[in-house]
């Protein structure tokens, strides 16, 4: 509390989008229905992979660390995939605020596109704007009453359903579906709900600009990647002011009618004309709006659009504008486009390139080698042999690196021999212990490099692994 006994905090002031039409908002609605069609339908899309992988297109498999996505099977070892979808996620992030602001924060961002969804739910029982403002001032009603627990328990039941449809990604989403009915999904999954069901209800109903405002970092980082030559939402004061009522017939005033419309339908409630905000999300409702007026008091339209710092001061100068395609194809642009392509490219012709197989060598060390009474010595190897196909798989494993060195399979008690058959099940990784016999003349010194190579016997694809074969150093200084 301060001196004056006032709160150190203004108070929230709540905002009442109201409803309009035009090309960006049909545009917010495609997208909104894309981002929330894919999100909510993708866990039940199939994919035939075989008998012994998982049919659902679309799997983060944690119990058996696996990531499926379509054709693709991502293994733990191979993260650095994620990490590259990670990377270019956030160069393009950079790229499209660099060229069009905050586009993905004004239609594709969750945040957005679940406040919008919350928002027609709103508008749907409580009215539009004018009605809500009269609702939140009523005195509580049977109607008022009933139409505020309408509104929440569909709000409700859309945080239900959002956090449902993320545990879906993590299992067989039929299976779990069932289970969860039934109670006997695991409670982790119950939880996961909980907690999904709290945030998006908190966040998209009761917080909606908030979040944007206090808790988002973009806002504040996004400064860095705007410059002269970036597409914001722009008011032309320069056309607008000064303002004044459509009857007025002062020849002096500018096109802006001070009609407030662009302020109404603003889901974060700022005036853009006071000019570029950190609240501004860049949704382009407020064109919608502005053009509807100017279109009926047939004035020329955009005096709010989509333009850059550089092209508002041309045009309040009358100067020649320079064409769209190249302020978009900037130097900055296509460094950001070059280096996100670039990432993309790599990790396609590495994904293309990927052996469907592997083999990890641990070298026992309890006995390090055993010398045996013919005077070879020989040393014990832990071998895992990863599948990464749908079917069982057969490889022919043999060393090379140390002449004369011979393996064997102790468990099945197999001759030594200079290659080895070892049955590999399907999408996963099967290990064996495996004896390396050499004999002692071949040795050079106390620890010499070999190399177990991987082949596999339908003849596509092979794996190597170098490690170390240890022989005591009193055979070697008897050679």
Same mark, same amino acid.
């Given at each position: 509390?301060?001196?004056?006994?006032?709160?150190?905090?203004?108070?929230?002031?709540?905002?009442?989008?109201?409803?309009?039409?035009?090309?960006?908002?049909?545009?917010?609605?495609?997208?909104?229905?894309?981002?929330?069609?894919?999100?909510?339908?993708?866990?039940?899309?199939?994919?035939?992979?075989?008998?012994?992988?998982?049919?659902?297109?679309?799997?983060?498999?944690?119990?058996?660390?696996?990531?499926?996505?379509?054709?693709?099977?991502?293994?733990?070892?191979?993260?650095?995939?994620?990490?590259?979808?990670?990377?270019?996620?956030?160069?393009?992030?950079?790229?499209?605020?660099?060229?069009?602001?905050?586009?993905?924060?004004?239609?594709?961002?969750?945040?957005?596109?679940?406040?919008?969804?919350?928002?027609?739910?709103?508008?749907?029982?409580?009215?539009?704007?004018?009605?809500?403002?009269?609702?939140?001032?009523?005195?509580?009603?049977?109607?008022?009453?009933?139409?505020?627990?309408?509104?929440?328990?569909?709000?409700?039941?859309? +945080?239900?359903? %959002?956090? *449902?449809?993320?545990? !879906?990604?993590?299992?067989?989403?039929?299976? &779990?579906? #069932? =289970?969860?009915?039934?109670?006997?999904?695991?409670?982790? +999954?119950?939880? %996961?709900? *909980?907690?999904?069901? !709290?945030?998006?209800?908190?966040?998209?109903? &009761?917080? #909606? =600009?908030?979040?944007?405002?206090?808790?988002?970092?973009?806002?504040?980082?996004?400064?860095?990647?705007?410059?002269?030559?970036?597409?914001?939402?722009?008011?032309?004061?320069?056309?607008?002011?000064?303002?004044?009522?459509?009857?007025?017939?002062?020849?002096?005033?500018?096109?802006?009618?001070?009609?407030?419309?662009?302020?109404?339908?603003?889901?974060?409630?700022?005036?853009?004309?006071?000019?570029?905000?950190?609240?501004?999300?860049?949704?382009?409702?407020?064109?919608?709006?502005?053009?509807?007026?100017?279109?009926?008091?047939?004035?020329?339209?955009?005096?709010?659009?989509?333009?850059?710092?550089?092209?508002?001061?041309?045009?309040?100068?009358?100067?020649?504008?320079?064409?769209?395609?190249?302020?978009?194809?900037?130097?900055?642009?296509?460094?950001?486009?070059?280096?996100?392509?670039?990432?993309?490219?790599?990790?396609?012709?590495?994904?293309?390139?990927?052996?469907?197989?592997?083999?990890?060598?641990?070298?026992?060390?309890?006995?390090?080698?055993?010398?045996?009474?013919?005077?070879?010595?020989?040393?014990?190897?832990?071998?895992?042999?990863?599948?990464?196909?749908?079917?069982?798989?057969?490889?022919?494993?043999?060393?090379?690196?140390?002449?004369?060195?011979?393996?064997?399979?102790?468990?099945?008690?197999?001759?030594?021999?200079?290659?080895?058959?070892?049955?590999?099940?399907?999408?996963?990784?099967?290990?064996?212990?495996?004896?390396?016999?050499?004999?002692?003349?071949?040795?050079?010194?106390?620890?010499?490099?070999?190399?177990?190579?991987?082949?596999?016997?339908?003849?596509?694809?092979?794996?190597?692994?170098?490690?170390?074969?240890?022989?005591?150093?009193?055979?070697?200084?008897?050679?």
């Amino acid at each position: 509390m301060g001196d004056n006994g006032g709160s150190l905090y203004k108070k929230r002031e709540k905002v009442h989008p109201k409803k309009v039409d035009g090309p960006f908002r049909r545009f917010k609605w495609a997208v909104l229905f894309l981002t929330l069609g894919i999100y909510y339908i993708t866990p039940w899309l199939r994919w035939d992979r075989g008998e012994f992988s998982p049919d659902q297109a679309v799997l983060v498999d944690l119990a058996h660390r696996r990531f499926y996505f379509g054709p693709i099977e991502i293994w733990p070892q191979e993260f650095y995939y994620v990490a590259g979808l990670l990377i270019m996620a956030g160069l393009g992030l950079f790229l499209v605020t660099t060229s069009v602001g905050r586009a993905w924060c004004g239609y594709a961002c969750p945040q957005t596109v679940w406040t919008d969804l919350f928002m027609v739910v709103e508008r749907w029982i409580e009215g539009d704007r004018n009605e809500r403002i009269r609702l939140d001032k009523a005195p509580m009603s049977a109607g008022k009453f009933a139409k505020r627990t309408s509104k929440h328990a569909v709000w409700l039941l859309i +945080a239900v359903l %959002t956090g *449902g449809a993320w545990v !879906f990604y993590f299992t067989d989403a039929p299976t &779990l579906l #069932r =289970e969860l009915f039934t109670g006997q999904a695991p409670f982790v +999954a119950y939880a %996961t709900i *909980g907690v999904l069901t !709290f945030t998006t209800y908190s966040l998209a109903g &009761l917080m #909606r =600009e908030q979040v944007c405002t206090y808790m988002c970092p973009w806002p504040r980082i996004q400064s860095a990647m705007l410059d002269e030559d970036s597409f914001i939402v722009t008011y032309k004061d320069w056309r607008g002011e000064p303002r004044g009522s459509a009857k007025s017939k002062d020849a002096g005033l500018g096109d802006c009618v001070d009609c407030m419309a662009c302020v109404n339908v603003c889901p974060t409630g700022i005036d853009i004309r006071n000019g570029p905000q950190l609240e501004c999300i860049t949704c382009a409702l407020c064109i919608d709006a502005c053009n509807d007026v100017m279109d009926k008091l047939g004035r020329p339209l955009d005096l709010i659009g989509y333009s850059t710092l550089n092209r508002d001061k041309a045009e309040a100068k009358g100067e020649a504008l320079q064409p769209i395609w190249k302020t978009l194809l900037r130097p900055r642009v296509l460094i950001y486009f070059a280096v996100w392509s670039a990432i993309g490219i790599a990790m396609l012709v590495v994904l293309a390139g990927r052996s469907r197989m592997d083999i990890h060598v641990a070298q026992e060390r309890n006995p390090v080698y055993v010398q045996l009474s013919d005077g070879d010595i020989r040393n014990s190897y832990t071998v895992k042999l990863l599948n990464k196909e749908a079917r069982p798989r057969q490889f022919e494993v043999s060393v090379s690196g140390l002449q004369g060195a011979r393996l064997s399979d102790p468990v099945t008690g197999s001759e030594p021999a200079a290659t080895v058959r070892l049955d590999v099940r399907p999408d996963g990784v099967d290990t064996y212990r495996l004896q390396v016999r050499a004999p002692v003349a071949s040795l050079h010194a106390e620890q010499t490099d070999i190399r177990f190579n991987a082949h596999a016997v339908d003849g596509e694809g092979d794996a190597m692994e170098t490690t170390r074969f240890s022989a005591p150093a009193s055979a070697v200084a008897a050679q």
